[in-house]
């Protein structure tokens, strides 16, 4: 019956769950997230851009590929910046996290299922940012050297994650496996209580929940394994990605079926109405068509066109949610909630980490405009060569200056 005792006080702990730790992890969240979508869409109209401009023919096609793993320098240098002060804050609070449990003080399970979160949302993040970095130095290569090559890339991008990983696979374990290292708190309490709190994934759900401890602890231990601790975020968001557009072809399936009437009583009253849907569809190609007109350089159309990745960023957002409605709901068993949500040195210290990432992300959006104005430019004077007509030689110097 210990299920029906009340949940234990739980303690604050402002260098933990306050809410300067917590800007600081989501600030840095959502820049990645931008990074990562800047990245995409770079690319997309980078690779658009050469091939509008009649470069796909011949052997040429494979260094347009290729190419399209290229980024300028400039969002590089603001991916790596962002991505280095976000493994810095999330591990100073796992490494926080480790010694707070092992002291007289000891660590509560609500703050301990509070920094797995937090690291959680450093994970994804993490390893969205580690797929935009994944770049080539030499467009020539082919075959095996440029499969060496991506090879090499992702190992030295990896180690960082790896070292995230293992320290928030251990403490996870840490947690999962002996649950009782974090209830020392409750010993305090003069009358009899339930030394748990709440957990939400999609649902309320008590931190002892035995299948909530089984889950956590396989996920754990694939994340604490170095070679296999890139599985855990990439089956996750390949899962989510898939399951959202399975409900996305699902509903535009029904669309289809229930305009199927409307498309009858066209028919009847004497439309022509494969010649309706021509027009709609010539509609559709004509806007597809002006994004490929990169002369005009329409990066909001090109925005748009990569919005079908959005739903690899749901893990992270999910996260997001989850921690702060975990927070939420465990507020009213905080003895003093208004201390988490006071600053403390702790707090002061991850914020002003994540600020001067700010900083330094602002210095390279401004190279990256810089740099993307000298293309467009650059990109606009090879289209009015080719409209000249020059040869294709030039044509296929002039692309790889860009």
């Known amino acids: 019956m210990a299920d029906a005792l009340p949940i234990c006080p739980i303690p604050s702990n402002s260098d933990i769950a306050g809410i300067g730790v917590r800007v600081a992890t989501y600030l840095q969240a959502c820049l990645a997230l931008f990074m990562g979508f800047s990245s995409?869409?770079?690319?997309?109209?980078?690779?658009?851009?050469?091939?509008?401009?009649?470069?796909?023919?011949?052997?040429?096609?494979?260094?347009?590929?290729?190419?399209?793993?290229?980024?300028?320098?400039?969002?590089?240098?603001?991916?790596?910046?962002?991505?280095?002060?976000?493994?810095?804050?999330?591990?100073?609070?796992?490494?926080?996290?480790?010694i707070q449990a092992r002291s007289s003080e000891g660590l509560s399970s609500y703050h301990a299922l509070v920094v797995l979160n937090l690291a959680q949302i450093n994970s994804y993040t993490a390893y969205l940012l580690f797929l935009c970095r994944l770049t080539i130095d030499d467009m020539g290569a082919t075959g095996k050297v440029f499969f060496r090559q991506m090879l090499k890339i992702a190992l030295r991008n990896y180690v960082l994650f790896a070292v995230h990983a293992c320290m928030m696979g251990a403490f996870g374990l840490w947690f999962w496996g002996n649950n009782s290292a974090f209830l020392r708190y409750a010993s305090n309490n003069s009358e009899p209580c339930n030394p748990v709190s709440q957990y939400w994934i999609f649902t309320p759900v008590l931190s002892n929940n035995?299948?909530?401890?089984?889950?956590?602890?396989?996920?754990?231990?694939?994340?604490?394994?170095?070679?296999?601790a890139f599985m855990v975020p990439m089956a996750m968001t390949a899962l989510i990605f898939g399951a959202v557009w399975v409900v996305l072809y699902t509903l535009a399936f029904i669309a289809i079926v229930l305009s199927a009437p409307a498309l009858l009583s066209l028919h009847l009253s004497g439309r022509n109405v494969p010649k309706w849907l021509d027009s709609k569809f010539e509609s559709i190609t004509s806007k597809f068509d002006a994004m490929l007109d990169l002369s005009k350089v329409k990066w909001g159309t090109a925005v748009g066109g990569s919005l079908w990745l959005l739903p690899i960023n749901l893990p992270v957002v999910f996260y997001l949610f989850a921690t702060e409605k975990m927070i939420r709901m465990n507020k009213p068993k905080l003895e003093d909630a208004d201390e988490e949500a006071q600053w403390s040195y702790g707090q002061t210290l991850a914020l002003v980490t994540a600020l001067v990432t700010v900083v330094f992300f602002l210095r390279d959006v401004y190279k990256l405009v810089i740099e993307l104005l000298r293309l467009k430019v650059e990109l606009q004077g090879f289209l009015r060569s080719k409209v000249n007509g020059d040869d294709g030689s030039f044509t296929l110097r002039r692309c790889r200056t860009v």
């Open 40 to 98: 995409v869409v770079y690319r997309s109209v980078h690779v658009l851009s050469t091939f509008w401009a009649g470069e796909k023919a011949d052997d040429s096609t494979s260094i347009v590929e290729h190419r399209a793993l290229q980024l300028p320098p400039a969002l590089t240098s603001a991916i790596k910046s962002v991505e280095s002060a976000l493994f810095v804050t999330s591990i100073s609070v796992i490494i926080g996290a480790m």
């Open 210 to 228: 035995q299948a909530l401890r089984i889950f956590f602890l396989i996920y754990y231990s694939v994340s604490a394994f170095p070679p296999s």
